[in-house]
């Protein structure tokens, strides 16, 4: 079973950074598309960024093009969400997310280059860090 654990959240500024990890345990097979995805109080999930960790292919939403980066360390397990130029509406608790489907990896493979935004087929999660960005 595929579990996830982030770390790095915490308060900035507006045009401050942060970078935000997940560390990933339980992996039974080579690849997997991650993902970050936040929510807002009052608001649905959406996501953020995606990563296919077999070649490193990513997916942004358009909010944060430009300005967030995600990766990957195949040796560490860790995929980590690099965020810039931060501003109040990037406020949210942010959740790190695996297809973890056991079952092959075109599955992963679907969702990374197609589907991204979709929680639903996303199926680990982890906790969620808080992000908090001010004015």
């Known amino acids: 079973q595929v579990q996830l654990v982030e770390s790095g959240g915490g308060s900035v500024q507006a045009g401050g950074s942060l970078r935000l990890s997940c560390a990933a345990s339980?992996?039974?097979?080579?690849?997997?598309?991650m993902g970050w995805f936040r929510q807002a109080p009052g608001k649905e999930r959406e996501g953020v960024a995606a990563i296919y960790t077999g070649i490193g292919s990513t997916y942004y939403a358009d909010s944060v093009k430009g300005r967030f980066t995600i990766s990957r360390d195949n040796a560490k397990n860790t995929v980590y969400l690099q965020m810039d130029s931060l501003k109040p509406e990037d406020t949210a608790m942010y959740y790190c997310?695996?297809?973890?489907?056991?079952?092959?990896?075109?599955?992963?493979?679907?969702?990374?280059?197609?589907?991204?935004?979709?929680?639903?087929?996303?199926?680990?999660w982890g906790q969620g860090t808080q992000v908090t960005v001010s004015s």
């Open positions: 339980g992996y039974t097979y080579s690849s997997d598309c």
């Open positions: 997310a695996a297809v973890a489907y056991s079952g092959g990896l075109g599955k992963a493979w679907y969702v990374c280059h197609n589907n991204a935004e979709d929680v639903a087929a996303f199926g680990a």
